[in-house]
């Protein structure tokens, strides 16, 4: 009898985590498959699912192609403050699940010298969104204003109103 009651609570915590966490129409397998070894070392845990872009022309090319928004992270493996927007970024299905359906994603594991992604400096965790059409978006910005656009755990709300913004925008061109 313990060993069909042992059976029935690792069915139920299997279901349950099946309709707790988002899983993408897209899949993680075919898209993973063909990345380099050292980006899916920077890539792990940041949304697994989510088709990532290699390189920022890739992200361009993407976004332009599939007439989808861009949403470039400038997050750091060894910082604090992008471990815990890591956290809470993957841990939000609505956020996961915009990405995976209505965007390309890119994350600059390096700081870059294009002034139009790095407007008001070079600070993480940052992101800015760049339209199907090569415009950066510099009008979505988060909540600081001594860094327009950062994010931080706790901004999963105004992250998720700001992809709805590149969204809205996007398909209203």
Request: overall charge negative.
């Amino acid at each position: 009898m313990t060993r069909a009651a042992a059976s029935l609570v690792l069915v139920l915590v299997a279901l349950s985590s099946t309709f707790t966490k988002y899983v993408p129409k897209s899949g993680a397998a075919s898209v993973v498959s063909w990345f380099e070894p050292q980006l899916l070392l920077c890539l792990a845990g940041w949304g697994d699912q989510l088709n990532w872009a290699q390189t920022y022309e890739e992200a361009l090319f993407l976004s332009r192609s599939r007439n989808k928004p861009l949403m470039v992270l400038f997050l750091l493996e060894d910082c604090p403050r992008s471990q815990a927007f890591k956290q809470a970024f993957n841990e939000n299905d609505k956020i996961q699940r915009i990405l995976d359906e209505d965007f390309v994603v890119f994350n600059m594991m390096q700081e870059t010298v294009d002034q139009h992604l790095s407007p008001d400096g070079q600070y993480v965790p940052r992101i800015i969104f760049v339209d199907p059409s090569m415009t950066v978006r510099d009008d979505i910005t988060g909540r600081y204003s001594n860094r327009l656009y950062g994010y931080e755990a706790a901004d999963m709300n105004v992250l998720l109103d700001n992809m709805k913004k590149a969204k809205k925008t996007e398909n209203s061109e």
